[in-house]
């Protein structure tokens, strides 16, 4: 019967002015029961089918607020497939006999949706980064941090959340712990100082070393000027900050060479330059402080002495010169036997204070020196003096390239030192000129070469006839800037490509310094290069290292993000469809553990093989790691073009693969996303093509299967119920319920099963049936599982205590627990602390349980039984269970499962099974309980059988530990009333 869309009954008129009024403002009119009297046009357009009867949830909302007197509410309900949410008015009459109005008017949502479609697009824009990027709340909180974030720092993605630089840091490996203090403290700086805030940073790493990250913070305010929200981006420059250094090192080596020769070879005295070049050495080889000693042997009756006398010493800013401990020094003293006996050969000492004798560390104890180099200076092959060269608290060891350098330099300065005493400074600086392995030449104004090293002749194979008079690469290259550089700054650094005699290329790092006279007028370039084709090199093979997998050769997933951007990129240019096609390999979890590691690779070499000589040549593969690979498809008509791609690699992989004498088959599950359909970048292409490839994995595998929309949305809800359900039990969202066990002899409440509910603030009471495989699935259900324990277990001996007639308390034990658990020891420590007796406690185990991992399953139920808890199988019947299982397993109790009860006793084929299982479990020794029992038709049945417990809806509902407590004190008085 339709309704009447006016409102002309008497009871209803008294609404009609104000439906008149409003004529597009849905309204109804209602009875106290929330049935609908009479609705206006506008309402029955809207409602459609909801018209004859409002759902269920809306009536009883709106009875409960008819009872409240409230005039306002908001209800939520589904139009159309679609969900729809309305904010109602009720209007009253002044008697309460006559109809009520309900007029709907619906809440907009749309700026909520954009915030959200925004908030997905900002945390997809995170993750897609290269940087390492982090945001923080008003209170340094972190509330997002993206994948680069977390894994440099080792970080849980669900245990950072809501957490302070400082807790994390906790939590984390101790070494990091520097690095989070440091950001505390610059977090602090941002707030206060509203400025920016950018800096290199180092971030030791547990397994060694360190990353170099360039970072950059700014704090924002709110539109009331208050602290909003801090984000950090932060990129690893490590890579290029160890090539520059490598360069500049080596640059900074062949400056100094050239400069602390060409100061030593133009002063007219080399005392005039000394303290520059030890300066030079100190700041080019990152030393702490340098002396140049003159020693003076001295000759008495009791003894020969060598002493030294301090020339000149220099020092960094806040390092105290060491000068006098050095003139107090006998190099003649038995401590320093091994020094004077290499110093005086005219060989260096190079040491790390840590790893000298007792007797020359302590000489450096009291000064901080860590490492140390004495250069000697040798005029005429007699040791003159030495150059003593520091470095203080953390600090590296020399390399041998620096002490090299070093000795060139102090071989310069003993020819500087001699051409003043001897004037045999043309000699000497020929020495110093070759004694470098670095190659050096020296240029005429017309860039002609009039002079060259043995070092160049090392590095080039060209002897000096052969070259003089020619000039050299790079005056025939004239590199961009060469001699705008020489003419404004009289020096230019780079690199360049140049030939070796035997033809073969080879890469150089040159550096050109003018040479002027007093006139100011250029009269040479001095040139000194270094072969560092052997570095770049290296950094060639660590970049196929990054780029590609080790085992195939495949581009991994960071040279997959750049090809497939290109690729789409010129799909969007040539508006063309592109595929994306996920690859993972089934069974070779099972191929690689009965085989081994080595036939797995293998059997990847051959897959990758056999997946290249399906493809084009335009086609990319490439291997993200395991047994997963990843294809672009260009230049595509249609999904049917990539269908026929991916059904010709399911053939190729089906055939079998021989690896070592063995036929091994593997096929293949292949999800495949369209471009642009499914995804206009490579992350969320690659996302979709996940998303489908699992989809063919929980539908059997060995198939294909497109992405659809529908995937995204399980995923994100997924997701989502996944981090509610981190938070549930911190929350205190979960609560347990108990539903009655009764003797059916006595009618007696005998006992209880705890069940778990999850109270969500938003979607109300959520079923475990949706819950507890997703906690199974991520390992929530070990923490989920002992707090309910705990709980049950505490419970039921508070109830024991007061009540003995409680007699049991049956709790639910996942398979997860048993399997990833000790889960025998935390029943024991769950017994310990309550103090419980331990015979009141039943553990109910799913028949799927005890087929997996059966004699771990009977070690574990064995330990239990130890301790005095029974043990019973839950739903028996709906599983598989053997009867030699159940013979071997420790067994006190079956639960025969609902399904068999709620038909009974009319239907034959349940009332069979259910006697069955009653008959075999008492020949077993087992009792029996049984659950789901609705009337007493079913009581009756359950009676006659000989089953002595059951549970169900007809006796009492699942309530909570209050209101059970309640049922028990109506048991004692004999009060318990049946709900059917």
Known sequence: MSLPTVF??????????LAVTMPDMPMLAINRRAQCLAISATAKQLLGELVEELP?????????AMR????ELSISTHIHGAKRDFKCRLFYPQSGRRAIGLMLEEEERTLVDQLLHMQSIVHSLIEMSPDLICIKDNENRWMMANQHMLNTFQIDGFDYQFLNNLQIADTLHPVFRNSFEHHEKSDQQVWQSRQAYHNEELVHLPQGGYKTLEVNKVAYHDQKDQPSHLITVARDVSEQKFIQTQLLNRSAVLDTLISCDWMLHSAERWQSVA????QQCCLSFRFSRAILLQHETITSRRKTDIRSKALFHWAMNGFHTTYEHWEKISFLSPELQRWYSLLSKGQPVMCDALTLPPSERALLKSHDTVNLVIVPLMIDDEWWGSMVIERCFDAESTSSQELGSLMAIGRTLSVAIDREQTGKHLK???IAFDSTTEGIMIVNPAGELIGINQGFTLITGFEEEEVLGTKPQIFRQRPRGLFGALKRHGKWSGEIENM??????????????????HANAITNYVGVFADISEMKRSQTQLNSLVNHDPLTGLPNRRLINHLFTHAIQRANRNEQQAAVLFIDLDRF?????????????????????????????????GRLGGDEFIILLENLHGKADAAQKAHDILDALRREFMIDHHEIFVGASIGISMYPQDGNDVESLIKAADLAMYQVKNNGKNHVAFYDVALSRDAVEHFQLETELRQALTKNQLKMFYQAQIDLNTGMIIGAEALIRWIHPIQGIISPVKFIPLAEETGLILSIGEWALAQAVRQAHAWHKKHPEFKKIAINVSGVQIMKSKFADTVYGILMESECDPSIIELEITESTLMQHTQHVVDTFNQLKLLGVSIAIDDFGTGYSSLSHLKRLPLDQIKIDRSFVKDLPDDKDDAAITSAIYAMATQLGFTVVAEGVETEEQEKFLQRLGCQTAQGYLYAYPVNSDDFLQLLVLNNQRKIKRHA
Not at 68 to 71: A, I, L, M, P, S
């Open 8 to 17: 002309d009954h008497h009871s209803t008129a008294w609404l009609q002015p």
């Open 56 to 64: 269920k949830e809306i009536r009883q909302t709106l009875v409960e």
């Open 68 to 71: 409240e007197g409230k005039t």
């Open 275 to 278: 303290e520059n070049v030890l």
């Open 428 to 430: 000497l600086a020929k």
């Open 500 to 517: 070796r005699k035997n033809g073969d290329t080879y890469t150089e790092w040159m550096t050109i310094t003018a040479v002027r006279n």
């Open 589 to 621: 979890k099972n191929i690689n553990d009965s085989l081994g590691h080595y036939s797995g690779d293998q059997l990847l070499l051959g897959v990758t093989e056999r997946l290249r000589a399906t493809l084009r040549e335009s086609d990319i593969v």
